[in-house]
């Protein structure tokens, strides 16, 4: 059954794509970024957000460039490092080096400044960053990092940022649980959405399908409603899947 021309109605669960070609566009040479929701000078009031996943964009950054010193608050920001190296520093002394394969945390919470540079001079960094909502206001700043494997996410939901930390996860104050995997051949991938929440799927790379629905690299895809998910098809696939408060 299908309610419009981009959302598919499977039980319980409404499943709604976000075609890649329909972000928000940025180019300011140094820097290449599409917008999954509105962002910066990209408005659209049809997307600000789905549940408590505010952000996503995905930024090509030239080498040698980056966002200087800039301040954050209560917001819970990470960056999966897809292609190069991206160098981080902020206002509470932390500094690090994450390359592709890593992540990148920082809980602004009450406050902090930071600056995300490629220190590569020659080579590109492609990176996804993304905000979520904390479920507390003006909690203490923190910052981790985490290192995926191929073998972590290979084939499988990799948990890497959850509420309570749980499987070597990275604690965040959003109540989300946000996972990495990569598909390919005859790799499946099954799970379930509880009731009361919703999920995203964002393809990083690759294609792949979710429930029979086929999504390219930069598509994304809102669940909306409980039930079984399926992932398989994968093409060189790599994406996030965010379980999320309503």
């Not at 080498?63 to 819970?76: M, R």
């Not at 809980?107 to 960053?129: I, K, Y």
């Not at 979520?132 to 203490?140: E, H």
Request: glycine share 14%.
């Amino acid at each position: 059954m299908i309610i419009d021309q981009s959302t598919t109605q499977q039980g319980d669960m409404s499943l709604t794509l976000r075609h890649a070609k329909d972000r928000g566009q940025v180019d300011f040479g140094w820097l290449k970024s599409a917008h999954s929701f509105s962002f910066g000078n990209y408005h659209d009031p049809k997307h600000m957000g789905f549940g408590n996943l505010r952000v996503i964009n995905d930024d090509l950054v030239e080498g040698g460039k980056g966002f200087g010193q800039h301040p954050h608050k209560n917001a819970e920001i990470f960056s999966y490092v897809l292609g190069g190296a991206l160098e981080h520093k902020d206002s509470l002394g932390n500094g690090s080096v994450v390359s592709a394969g890593g992540v990148q945390y920082m809980s602004a919470g009450s406050g902090v400044t930071h600056s995300e540079f490629n220190p590569s001079s020659t080579d590109e960094m492609r990176f996804l960053q993304v905000w979520l909502l904390p479920a507390t206001q003006n909690t203490k700043p923190a910052y981790d990092t985490i290192d995926l494997t191929n073998d972590d996410k290979s084939g499988k939901l990799k948990l890497f940022i959850s509420r309570d930390g749980c499987e070597g996860s990275m604690t965040t104050q959003a109540d989300a649980s946000v996972y990495a995997a990569t598909l390919e051949g005859g790799q499946v991938i099954s799970t379930n959405l509880r009731a009361g929440r919703k999920g995203w799927v964002q393809v990083a790379d690759g294609s792949l399908n979710v429930n029979g629905i086929p999504l390219s690299k930069g598509d994304g895809l809102g669940i909306d409603g409980n039930g079984s998910l399926t992932f398989d098809q994968g093409k060189t696939a790599e994406i996030l899947f965010f379980d999320l408060a309503q």
